[in-house]
């Protein structure tokens, strides 16, 4: 974990930088899967006919609305795992994040008690250099001066 402030820094970009790359791969992903459905169903739909007649046409319009349905099926199986792994990932990352995040936090907390213990011990020594310096005023006020007379 990040012990300093550019440490920090560094891994917060990093972690940007992934999360940016999850999603341009989801996207990547969705699209390519999007095109390649797209290219079977117009596949399925421009086929020639095989005959010109009527009961021959309409056995193969339900052959092929059977595969289109099956692409479809299928189409939405995948979309729905690529969904589950992209918010596993998602999740797995905000962890990341969230554990970089409260030691951060952590650092930063302790950088200011170090800061008020430095304050509270920097006060210290100047009171108690103020006090040794009026013990003294105090103690040449109280000895007598011998006079030369």
């Given amino acids: ?11 917060y970009i990093e972690l940007s930088g992934q999360a940016y790359s999850l999603f341009v791969d989801a996207l990547a ?8 459905y797209t290219k079977s169903v117009w596949e ?18 339900f052959e ?4 289109i349905a099956g692409l479809t099926v299928s189409e939405l199986k995948s979309s729905g795992e690529q969904a589950r792994e992209l918010t596993e990932s998602v999740i797995s990352h905000a962890a990341k994040v969230q ?3 409260v030691h951060t936090a ?15 011990d920097a006060t210290s020594q100047q009171f108690d ?18 006079s030369t007379n």
């Fill in 1 to 11: 974990m990040p012990s300093t402030t550019k440490e920090a820094t560094a891994s």
């Fill in 29 to 36: 992903a969705t699209n390519q899967r999007r095109l390649d």
């Fill in 44 to 61: 399925i739909l421009s086929r020639p006919y095989a005959s010109a007649a009527p009961e021959a046409a309409v056995r193969e319009n």
């Fill in 64 to 67: 092929r609305a059977s595969q």
């Fill in 99 to 101: 554990e970089t995040y």
């Fill in 106 to 120: 952590r650092g930063v907390v302790n950088t200011g008690i170090s800061n008020v213990n430095y304050a509270k």
């Fill in 129 to 146: 250099d103020l006090s040794k310096r009026l013990d003294e005023i105090q103690t040449r006020i109280a000895t007598p001066v011998s």
